[in-house]
């Protein structure tokens, strides 16, 4: 790694994380080749597994799916390391999230467990570790739910956030980490697992694609996107193009995008690149713990590395050598 991109690692290193955030720190350990590091991420979601299957759980998480955002590097540990509580960590998270999670009746995952709702985070959360263990078509149809609930295909974006019981958006602004998170979700799916049914690996590509092209519509003069993608008086966030930007570039480094989104995710995250400060935090996101104003977080941090990572396996692909 360049000597930017361990700055960006060490404050990541540094920040308190809750599960999802754990999760999302131990895929950016994996995509920059820091295997031994991402079974020490895994190690600690597993020690703070709740008796009920999530991992990751901190001071009782209200969260029904973060945890999930655990599970590739709790496999991975299970795959490079004999210890059996790796697997039986990972059987108990897949059979909360395929068995005992709160849904809908269409089986559609609430976020949390205090109220029932459908949030456009969740993609993240549990569409690629369901593709990853071999549960293709149960991934797809949780992007399926949530599609058919926070997809507005007038303008193309994601809302925030839907209320089962009211039936209707509780959140109905495209946010634009949500849309992130959508998007990025669906690529890291696509990448840990390539066996695809026929056709269901097209339908979603297509459907990244398209997200992706609509909220490329709202790109500023700077290169980010307002916090709210179609809102130009909230504040310029720098984390959607950073998380646009890993879509982007795994799609042109997997084959289901074109060679030319390439420069496009390159650009979008040197963008970013310019609000990396002296200590290597990214600057000017959503900012945790509430992620309602411009600050830090650990998931744009994790998301710095991902784009990077992802910027360089889309260089080789695009641009072969030898």
């Known amino acids: 790694m360049t000597r930017d ?3 960006v690692l060490h404050a990541l290193l540094a920040m308190q994380r809750q ?3 754990q999760g999302v720190t131990g895929h950016a350990l994996l995509d920059l080749g820091l295997g031994a590091a991402a079974v020490l991420v895994a190690d600690a979601a597993v020690t703070r597994q709740h008796p009920d299957g999530r991992l990751g759980d901190v001071s009782g998480e209200a969260g029904a799916v973060n945890g999930a955002a655990c599970g590739e590097a709790v496999r991975y540990a299970a795959t490079t390391d004999g210890d059996p509580r790796w697997s039986a960590a990972l059987d108990a998270q897949l059979d909360w999230l395929v068995t005992r999670a709160p849904r809908a009746a269409d089986g559609t995952l609430f976020h949390l467990l205090d109220n029932r709702q459908v949030w456009a985070d ?9 593709a990853l263990c071999g549960r293709t ?4 149809a949780q992007l399926a739910g949530h599609q058919r609930r926070l997809h507005d295909e007038r303008t193309g974006l994601y809302a925030a956030r839907w209320d089962e019981d009211r039936g209707e958006l509780d959140r109905p602004e495209p946010w634009g980490t949500g849309n ?8 890291r799916a696509l990448r840990l697992a390539p066996g695809w049914p026929a056709g269901l690996r097209d339908e979603l590509a297509g459907h990244a694609r398209a997200v992706l092209e609509s909220c490329l519509a709202y790109r500023t003069d700077d290169g980010l996107f307002c916090d709210v993608l179609d809102d130009p008086g909230t504040f310029r966030e ?3 193009a950073q998380m646009l930007a890993y879509a982007a570039l795994t799609g042109a480094a997997d084959g289901w995008l074109p060679p030319s989104w390439r ?3 390159a650009e979008l995250l040197a963008a970013a690149d310019r609000r990396v400060d002296r200590y290597g935090r990214v600057t000017g996101v959503s900012g945790a713990p509430d992620f309602a104003r411009p600050g830090t977080s650990p998931e744009a941090q994790a998301f710095h590395l991902l784009a990077h990572a992802a910027l360089d396996r889309a260089r080789a692909a695009v641009t072969p050598t030898g």
Not at 137 to 140: G, N, P, R, Y
Not at 180 to 187: C, E, H, L, P, S
Request: hydrophobic fraction near 55%.
């Open 5 to 7: 991109l361990d700055r």
């Open 19 to 21: 599960s999802w955030e």
């Open 122 to 130: 969740t993609v993240y959360m549990v569409v690629p570790l369901l």
């Open 137 to 140: 078509e149960l991934a797809a």
């Open 180 to 187: 992130g998170w959508v998007v990025a979700g669906i690529a």
């Open 238 to 240: 720098a984390n959607t």
């Open 263 to 265: 420069d496009t995710g």
